[in-house]
């Protein structure tokens, strides 16, 4: 057995033997060591957030103190969720290894079809309605962030020009 999935499906173990959450763990791996690891605590905290994935990108990203973690890979005991597989695309991980799939997971009564099912805009049992309001306000403070990151980009730059 792969060690890093060894470790990913021990910590499930502990989720779960905690009463912390579902049987799921996680480890993110850079350069052959383990840099975050977490384990499902959903149940533990009341906070549906805190999956195995989220713990340990989390843990991962203060451990180098930075979100890119590109050059890290994920190993988890279950298929990652729709939350888990945004957070993982936001902090830019390639290649996540896994043990249980989706069908694996819907038989221990964790289901995420219906979520795909909405985010595909597809009929689904999750009725929430998402309704824009504010939008010149809200755009106001996108221009500012581009303004602002327009800046950093000149000043880094400047920065660039002056070092060489």
């Not at 910590?11 to 499902?40: D, S, T």
């Not at 890290?72 to 043990?99: D, E, F, H, T």
């Not at 805009?121 to 809200?138: A, E, V």
Request: proline share 3%; hydrophobic share 40%; glycine share 6%.
């Amino acid at each position: 057995m792969n060690k890093f999935m060894e470790k990913a499906i021990r910590l499930g173990e502990i989720a779960m033997n905690k009463n912390a959450g579902g049987p799921f763990g996680a480890v993110i791996v850079c350069k052959n060591k383990i840099v975050g690891q977490g384990y499902n605590k959903v149940i533990g905290t009341n906070d549906p957030t805190k999956h195995a994935e989220m713990v340990a990108i989390s843990n991962a990203s203060a451990k180098l103190k930075r979100f890119d973690l590109s050059d890290c890979v994920l190993y988890a005991s279950g298929q990652p969720c729709p939350m888990c597989l945004a957070a993982i695309a936001w902090a830019r991980i390639k290649k996540v290894y896994y043990a249980n799939d989706y069908e694996s997971t819907r038989e221990i009564e964790f289901d995420d079809h219906d979520i795909y099912q909405f985010i595909k805009g597809s009929p689904s049992k999750i009725n929430i309605k998402l309704i824009q309001i504010d939008k010149d306000r809200g755009a106001n403070l996108y221009r500012k962030w581009k303004n602002k990151k327009c800046l950093i980009n000149r000043l880094i730059e400047l920065q660039h020009l002056t070092i060489v």
